[in-house]
């Protein structure tokens, strides 16, 4: 199942030639409030984790939470990750799941770290259903002792919807500077701009990072700048083009009949994480290289 979204009132490669080649499919997540299960994709729901493997737990010597009293470094105990994302090859089979793997996971240790990224410290997992399903799955994984709320996921259900995008951030060089004007009248023309027509900056797979400010792509040790894997985003949209026609009962093909959510369903979108100023996260990989490096980065 995929979201029915608008249509986009504009070819975008039509009226803006230079974008010719820059377009890359995404796939929007969707986050709603939900009771995901084990075997599910999700956004902070349960994770299908083998029982003889160990819970991840951070130790970092830095860790912190901004509104302790007194502010002062959790620990030293260990604090448990929480759950994040999982994704099955059957919602998103445009992952570069490693050979023999079908289920990407992510978790997190929700506090706050020194490193360059400046936010929470993720780990990324890749599994195999069946492998797992096989045999005895973790029940009751260890909750953390200590926590920042703004990075703890509200279980959710997931919609995922594969889509067309555009950059914001990463237009090249000089581009968007020589574009501006024609954004405007294309806006001031058709009553729709290009970045709410082309941009998205919601959680998603591939396609490109959800930057909030100035991109900061990583490169892997093979010299090779990685590819963008995953955004988590506090931000998804409650009306506008990319807000799914279904969840507001209409099947108009009309881009006029743009609308926002009912109050009802705004209550179940999203993850219910600030992430500091509605910040996002962002992972990274390498599949280029055999052991599949990962790096991560935010903003806000």
């Known amino acids: ?24 499919h995404t796939t929007l997540l969707y986050p709603r409030s939900g009771e995901p299960g084990i075997r599910e994709s999700s956004v902070g729901g349960p994770l299908l984790w083998p029982a003889d493997e160990p819970w ?42 490693p050979a023999g793997t079908d289920v990407l996971q992510v978790a997190w240790c929700p506090l706050i770290h020194d490193d360059e990224a400046g936010t929470v410290l993720p780990q990324v997992y890749w599994r195999s259903e069946q492998a797992v399903a096989g045999g005895s799955v973790l029940a009751d994984p260890p909750v953390p002792y200590e926590y920042d709320e703004e990075f703890v996921p509200r279980p959710c259900t997931v919609t995922p919807t594969r889509v067309l995008e555009y950059p914001n951030w990463d237009l090249p060089q000089g581009l968007a500077r020589s574009l501006s004007q024609r954004f405007d009248d294309i806006e001031e023309t058709l009553g729709f701009s290009y970045y709410e027509t082309a941009v998205t900056v919601q959680s998603k797979v591939g396609g490109y990072p959800g930057w909030l400010q100035r991109p900061n792509w990583p490169d892997c040790r093979c010299g090779r700048r990685m590819d963008h894997l995953l955004s988590i985003t506090a931000s998804e949209p409650v009306e506008g083009r990319w807000f799914p026609l279904d969840e507001k009962g209409s099947e108009s093909s009309d881009p006029d009949t743009w609308a926002g959510a009912e109050n009802a369903v705004v209550d179940n979108i999203g993850h219910g994480m600030d992430m500091g100023d509605l910040g996002g996260l962002y992972l990274f990989v390498c599949p280029k290289c055999p052991d599949m490096p990962y790096a991560h980065r935010y903003d806000c």
């Open 1 to 24: 199942m995929t979201h029915h979204l608008p249509p986009a009132p504009f070819d975008v490669e039509v009226l803006i030639p230079e974008l010719a080649g820059l377009g890359r």
């Open 56 to 97: 991840p737990l951070c130790g970092a010597t830095g860790h912190w939470k901004p509104l302790r009293t007194p502010t002062e470094v959790v620990g030293p105990e260990p604090v448990a990750m929480v759950p994040v994302v999982q994704l099955l090859a059957r919602d998103v089979p445009e992952l570069p799941f």
